[in-house]
């Protein structure tokens, strides 16, 4: 059965419940998708890709996105397209076509393809990680431009693109099948905590601002290297990610009879989520040796297990010998490395086996291995397809040129001429043109022999190459900035290196070789993988994404050649597969964030495969979840989780849906945030009657925000809260999200800080609440910085912003309809429960001497043994009308000998500005000047003043005290 995985997480049911499936974005992360063709392909020669009719929908809309746009050969799709990433786009949305019924789970999705991963993305300067929305039309959601400081690698600065509207279209949730080893270690790295911080910045700022302030899902396969996650996968370290293994089926020919288990490889760990089916192992023994079910899905043209009705022929069988050999009716086109679909693709008994062999004599198959799922059944006179590599060329006489000599061009290479009915076969007997080694459009062999003539007269022939074997020399690990660790470099023996050309990028192939760790028993191994790149200059050939730990590959050979199909597998086919019913859960609910697809998706996992508890050791990321350390929370359950997320806002199901409900409180009175002096004891917040957000920027203060929880559930881990200070001239700002609320010129973020768990409410129409306490160290320096004196001669106004991420669905607090909720709110600030502003009223002093403002209280003066005159302006900003009538200025001066402290006190009087201990004369107070301020019940005033000091002073202090206080 091709879509076997997708009855055992019950996909059917699921999208049986969604009336209304609407298309969805779902970013792949890794290398670039092959899936269409825009020219004529005769000219790209061997690494050209053709179109995929399986990532092409029927009304040949475009449904893959690249993210950048390719900056080499705007005709292709990818000059070097990746298998591996192209099957991982079909797990998620393959289209469901009469000719090739392989099927992902949302064909109506777009697929946005993130080239550059991850790891390329950290550490290369210039690369852009971009969300875009759907007609690619408009500006970034999020771009932090990672720019590096040429001083000091790895202090990475993020930028917010500030032309994202909140109305726009983004990507909910990606997807990256590919194991991010050793992140830190790279041999550019600097600053490691510093590359570790910026990740963590990265998935906060997507969680804050991506789809529209909901998050986005990040998918992220655990790998298969049946080691802890936490060292093979570098970003399992990080909450954020959804960490997927895999689960298998085995000792079974029927799904009902098999049992499901974790896949052998499928790596663990605390970090591990949740897992989904995939290919598995008959024993758990590593590396494979008896590889059961498969994903089938997308991959490069030419390169898969299965193909379209036009590139198959079809043969029956006529006798079975034993599980491993079957005669045919013909062989006509068949040779070794060919793939077999045996049975209904639609039923259990179905199975995709590889040509070991021909006997040409008595039209007998072996193949590679025994049969497995058709064994019990009745396939004798059954037809079975075999896709074939059909070429087309001009034979005369025994001279044969080809037009795209795939897959064949080496003296000795047979070659089938004709149909599915009749033919000839020959040999390559020399190559006329081009030049051996070398590819070009087209190629002229000489043949040995001339074909009949009962096949030159047929109207079309196929042209249909033996199958290429190439004996490996040695194989290396790719290492390349460009790889991620997972691509091997094959270097053949020299006789075998003018075969190179005969392959092409793309290309499925079997490599055979020997496992041996030195521990275990050493045995054959056999390992399906794809051809990434070729290099004609050195003759090697990279395989991409595999793992070849403590195996020899003697020999690599080609095998498959259906359009757009791969047996596919490992925890890089769970991965999309997850991704797709998170997806499948958007389009039941849109509104969901993304902490509550995590829940959703945990809560209705299955439980399979062992025992499962609470995990102490790591209740940060699996609190509440019965876990264990292979499957996470279990297998996804996609017909329970849309039922969930369907159920999630419906009023009607509010006492059997548990879920919170966070806000920020009392939005009306904006009482819900208040900041008070670090010397402060309590924390209360305010009332009516009692002033609040007045701050002194001398001093260092407490930032309070009371959170709320109405709902019947405590709060997810991974929720935060978010401070800003923003500046502005508008006395009414609107403050619209996302736009004003990152890190700008005018508004700048001051801290994060998780949220915790909140507990639930503790009765229908009460909440609880959370008082989350951040300290704001040098006001005075931070008001300096960034909120200079403008043209006016005055600062601006200020606000906190407190921002709840991600926004939990729903928006607004007077929201009367859950299904079909208000948008966003951008002309009240506070009707977004998540979002809320508060007007700090403040004081700052600050002192001038004729060139530059000095923050703070200590002023550093270089004097001499003789007299000097200083003179500074003492400026003090946004004093309260009542207060200039008890305000003093107490200067003191300590002595450096003695350490007698001298006191003048320059003060208010009914009758002026005088001052106290006049005989004291090193220090001289001019007529204060008093100015407008930014708020009407205060004043700026500014006092002018002369110091007469030597170097026998130790220290001078100017405080201001206001004598009511």
């Known amino acids: 059965m091709r879509n076997w995985h997708h009855n055992i997480i019950r996909l059917p049911q699921a999208i049986a419940k969604i009336s209304n499936r609407s298309p969805l974005n779902i970013g792949v992360m890794e290398g670039d998708i092959e899936y269409e063709m825009l020219n004529n392909p005769d000219s790209f020669g061997f690494n050209y890709q053709a179109v995929n009719e399986g990532l092409q929908d029927s009304i040949s809309k475009k449904v ?43 064909p ?28 690619l039309t408009a500006s970034n959601i999020l771009d932090p431009d990672l720019k590096l400081d040429n001083s000091k690698l790895g202090v990475l600065k993020y930028e917010f693109d500030s032309n994202f509207t909140s109305e726009q279209a983004s990507v909910p949730i990606i997807n990256s099948s590919i194991a991010y080893k050793n992140l830190w270690d790279l041999p550019r790295r600097k600053d490691e905590i510093s590359m570790q911080n910026s990740v963590m910045h990265m998935f906060n700022t997507i969680k804050a601002y991506s789809n529209k302030g909901r998050g986005t899902l990040i998918c992220l396969a655990a790998g298969n290297d049946d080691k802890n996650t936490k060292s093979i996968q570098s970003l399992s370290n990080y909450n954020y990610p959804f960490i997927v293994a895999a689960s298998c089926l085995t000792n079974g020919t029927t799904i ?17 989520d949740l897992c989904a089916p995939s290919s598995g192992r008959f024993d758990l023994q590593k590396p494979p040796q008896l590889i059961k079910r498969q994903i089938f899905t997308t991959t490069n043209k030419f390169c898969g297990d299965i193909g379209t009705n036009s590139e198959v022929y079809k043969f029956n069988i006529k006798t079975v010998i034993g599980n491993n050999q079957i005669t045919l009716d013909k062989i006509n086109g068949l040779y070794p490395g060919n793939c077999i679909e045996i049975g209904d693709p639609l039923k259990d008994q179905h199975e995709v086996m590889i040509i070991k062999s021909i006997d040409p004599v008595n039209n007998l198959i072996t193949f590679t291995k025994d049969r497995f799922f058709t064994i019990g059944a009745s396939i004798v006179n059954q037809d079975i397809r075999v896709p074939v590599l059909k070429n087309s060329g001009t034979i005369i006489g025994s001279t044969l040129v080809i037009n795209n000599p795939r897959g064949m061009g080496y003296i000795g290479q047979k070659i089938y001429i004709g149909n599915n009915s009749v033919g000839h076969e020959t040999t390559i007997k020399s190559i006329i043109s081009p030049a051996s080694g070398s590819a070009i459009n087209t190629t002229t062999f000489l043949l040995s022999s001339g074909i009949p003539a009962n096949i030159s007269q047929l109207s079309t022939y196929d042209i249909i190459p033996d199958q290429i074997v190439l004996k490996v020399k040695k194989h290396i690990l790719d290492t390349s900035a460009s790889s991620d660790s ?178 920020i409180a009392d939005k009306s009175t904006g009482y819900g945030i208040w900041i008070k002096s670090k010397d402060e004891k309590s924390k209360d917040a305010p009332n009516s009657t009692t002033p ?28 935060d809260i978010r401070i800003y200070i923003a500046f502005t001239d508008d006395q009414n700002p609107l403050f619209p999200f996302p736009e004003k609320w990152y890190d700008q010129k005018d508004v700048k973020f001051l801290a994060i800080k998780d949220l915790g768990i909140i507990s639930k409410s503790p009765a229908p129409g009460n909440a609880s609440e959370k008082i989350i306490e951040i300290e704001w160290k040098k006001p005075a320096a931070f008001w300096e910085l960034h909120n200079p004196v403008s ?76 007299m000097i005159d200083k003179t500074f302006d003492l400026s003090m900003e946004n004093v309260l009308t009542a207060d200039l009538d008890t305000m003093q200025i107490k200067a003191s001066k300590k002595n450096r000998q003695n350490q007698n402290v001298e006191t003048v006190t320059y003060q208010r009087t009914s009758t002026g500005w005088e001052v106290e201990n006049s005989s004291f004369n090193w220090i001289n107070f001019e007529t204060p000047v008093e100015s407008v301020s930014i708020y009407s019940n205060c004043k700026n005033i500014t006092f002018p003043h002369k110091l007469s000091i030597n170097e026998d002073e130790d220290e001078i202090k100017l405080q201001i005290i206001n004598s009511n206080a």
């Open 64 to 106: 893959i996105h690249f993210i950048p746009s390719s900056p080499v050969r705007a005709e292709l799709t990818a000059i070097r397209p990746s298998s591996h990433a192209t099957s991982v786009a079909g797990v998620i949305g393959a289209n469901d076509t009469p000719t090739l019924p392989i099927k992902g789970v949302l």
């Open 108 to 135: 109506e999705s777009s697929i946005f393809n993130f080239k550059n991963s991850v790891m390329n993305f950290l550490v290369n300067s210039g690369i852009k990680w971009d969300i875009y929305q759907n007609n």
């Open 256 to 272: 009902g009879n098999s049992t499901e288990i974790r896949s052998g490889y499928s790596s663990y760990g605390d970090q591990i």
């Open 486 to 663: 997972s691509d091997y470099i094959f270097t053949l023996e020299p006789n075998d290196q003018i075969k190179v050309p005969c392959a092409f990028a793309g290309g499925l192939m079997l490599l055979t070789g020997v496992y041996n760790n030195g521990t275990d028993p050493a045995f054959d191994v056999e390992i399906k993988a794809h051809i990434k790149q070729i290099d004609l200059t050195t003759k090697q050939i990279t395989i991409e994404k595999v793992d070849l730990t403590d195996i020899i590959i003697s020999e690599i050979k080609t095998i498959g050649y259906g359009s757009y199909t791969s047996s596919f597998g490992g925890t890089s086919s769970a991965s999309p597969l997850v991704a797709g019913v998170a997806g499948l859960l958007l389009q039941a609910n849109p509104n969901l964030n993304v902490l509550e697809l995590k829940h959703i998706l945990k809560e209705k996992a299955n439980k399979i495969d062992g025992s499962y508890s609470i995990e102490s050791n790591n209740a940060l990321k699996n609190y509440g979840y019965n876990v264990n350390k292979f499957l996470g929370a279990g297998r996804i359950n996609a017909e329970d989780s849309v039922q969930l997320a369907l159920d999630w806002h419906d009023p009607a199901k509010s006492l059997t849906v548990f879920k919170p409900n966070l806000s």
């Open 692 to 719: 609040f957000n007045t701050i002194n920027t001398q001093k260092d203060h407490k930032i309070y925000v009371k959170v709320l929880n109405n709902g019947n559930r405590e709060s997810f881990i991974e929720s």
């Open 791 to 866: 043209a006016n001669g005055l600062r601006k106004r200020a606000y906190i912003l407190a921002h709840i991420a991600p926004f939990d669905g729903l928006f607004e607090m007077d929201n009367t309809d859950p299904q079909n909720p208000i948008n966003l709110s951008l002309t009240n600030i506070n009707k977004n429960k998540h979002l809320a502003c508060r007007e700090i009223f403040w004081q700052h002093t600050s002192i001038k001497n004729k060139t530059t403002y000095l923050p703070g209280n200590n002023l550093n003066i270089n004097v001499k043994s003789e």
